[in-house]
Nanobody
Framework: QVQLVESGGGLVQTGGSLRLSCVAS????????MGWFRQAPGKGREFVSA????????FYADSVQGRFTISRDNAKNTGYLQMNSLNPEDTAVYYC???????????????????WGQGTQVTVSS
């Protein structure tokens, strides 16, 4: 099992940027697919972005396409989510997730991941 710890959340004004980090330990991170999800107050957890084990394939939710960038540095066992042009609708707790490489290059659903971080709060003020 891999352990995940997110950081980088905080309070930012509309139009601002944040970069989230997800540090992995335990299972070999470089052989894991990784994703980011978020959960806003009173709502369910939703998919944000995913990246293949090599970093060569990425996928984004329509709501963040063009504003967020997912990446990873396997040498550092760390994944990232660069968030630009933030707006109040992006306010949520952000979670990273991982799963060993399998048949799918990227994973888009909550049920497909077997390891989760504790989350980091992102608040965007208007």
């Amino acid at each position: 099992q891999v352990q995940l710890v997110e950081s980088g959340g905080g309070l930012v004004q509309t139009g601002g940027s944040l970069r989230l980090s997800c540090v992995a330990s335990g299972r070999t991170f470089s052989r894991s697919v990784m994703g980011w999800f978020r959960q806003a107050p009173g709502k369910g957890r939703e998919f944000v972005s995913a990246i293949s084990w090599s970093g060569g394939t990425t996928f984004y939710a329509d709501s963040v396409q063009g504003r967020f960038t997912i990446s990873r540095d396997n040498a550092k066992n760390t994944g990232y989510l660069q968030m630009n042009s933030l707006n109040p609708e992006d306010t949520a707790v952000y979670y990273c997730a991982a799963r060993p490489v399998g048949q799918k290059v990227v994973l888009l659903s909550i049920a497909e991941y077997d390891a989760w971080g504790q989350g980091t709060q992102v608040t965007v003020s208007s």
